[in-house]
């Protein structure tokens, strides 16, 4: 009888540890879903059947080894309704399989729930012919639009900070007004403004459900972020690369982590048009400027020349 009530206390107490950490803070994680899933980007739904307070952050870390930890990939935010909470995640590679594990912090500590599993989509890619690089493509309607900015050598291009190791894969490189003709690979085009406001009709019956639809979730690389609701759910990917603008003999970087800039070619090719969105500055909006000169550096996505 007395094994049998040292067992019972041992078992307790192994309870009270793993759950409560001596009965100063409780989580019982319910369930994790996965919705507007891409080649890329996800959105983790994490419900929780209870919570006491002293938590201060919620998140989910993830990776494509089971039992993820905070050692591996994760991503956080603050919440109004931490047993209901969405977290966007990014920086995923396509046809990818991904563990995911909600977690909460604590004065205590880490909190971590069950492990689940999801799957990228898988990718569809076109190879440049010029260096062999490849990109994501997609189609939108009878369009067919790279979902990465381009990231080929013209002479005066540019990287953040001339850094391709860091910036490269993310953001590609930035280019001038007059190199933004002959930057399209074979058989693709800079986009008219015509195929933007295609592709934003395509994506949402408003500018802003367009946005939400075609920018990337989460705060990986943005600087705003929870303040928009945005999911990607068309896989657009838009990315916050900013512009480089050369201002006499330096070179400054605005809006990096705040806005997205794209050259758009007019028909009559004597302007070039920028569509931006910058959600600190007017929130949802996609906002287009006329701009001719050769200061001012930006991305460029190309669309198939149909």
């Not at 990718?123 to 493509?137: A, F, N, S, V």
């Not at 391709?164 to 986009?191: H, M």
């Not at 605005?254 to 070619?265: D, I, L, R, T, V």
Request: overall charge negative.
């Amino acid at each position: 009888m007395k094994a049998l009530k040292y067992l019972f206390v041992a078992t307790c107490l192994l309870f009270t540890m793993v759950h409560c950490r001596e009965k100063e803070f409780t989580v019982v994680f319910d369930q994790v879903s996965f919705s507007f899933i891409t080649h890329t980007t996800v959105i983790a739904n994490v419900k929780l059947k209870s919570l006491n307070s002293g938590a201060f952050r919620f998140g989910v870390v993830y990776s494509v080894k089971p039992i993820p930890t905070i050692n591996d990939f994760s991503s956080d935010d603050f919440f109004s309704d931490p047993l209901n909470y969405s977290i966007g995640v990014s920086g995923l590679e396509p046809g990818t399989t991904y563990y995911f594990r909600p977690f909460i912090e604590s004065a205590e500590g880490l909190f971590y729930g069950e492990s689940f599993t999801f799957q990228t989509l898988s990718p569809e890619w076109h190879t440049d012919p010029r260096d062999g690089q490849k990109y994501l493509i997609r189609n939108y309607g009878t369009a067919t639009w790279m979902i990465q900015n381009l990231n080929y050598h013209l002479p005066g291009s540019k990287y953040y900070f001339n850094d391709s190791i860091k910036y490269a894969q993310e953001f590609g490189r930035l280019y001038t007004y007059n190199q933004v003709i002959d930057a399209c690979p074979p058989g693709w085009k800079l986009p008219s403004p015509n195929d933007w406001n295609t592709l934003i009709e395509f994506c949402g019956s408003t500018n802003e459900k367009a946005i939400e639809a075609m920018v990337e979730p989460g705060k990986r690389l943005w600087a705003e972020s929870q303040q928009y609701i945005r999911n990607n759910s068309s896989g657009f990917t838009i990315k916050p690369s900013g512009a480089l603008t050369i201002e006499s003999e330096s070179e400054s970087f605005p809006e990096k982590g705040y806005s997205a800039n794209f050259w758009s070619k007019t028909d009559d090719g004597i302007e070039a048009q920028i569509y931006s969105y910058a959600p600190h500055l007017s929130s949802h909006f996609v906002n287009t400027v006329v701009i001719n000169s050769n200061l001012t550096l930006i991305s460029i996505r190309c669309i198939k020349d149909n």
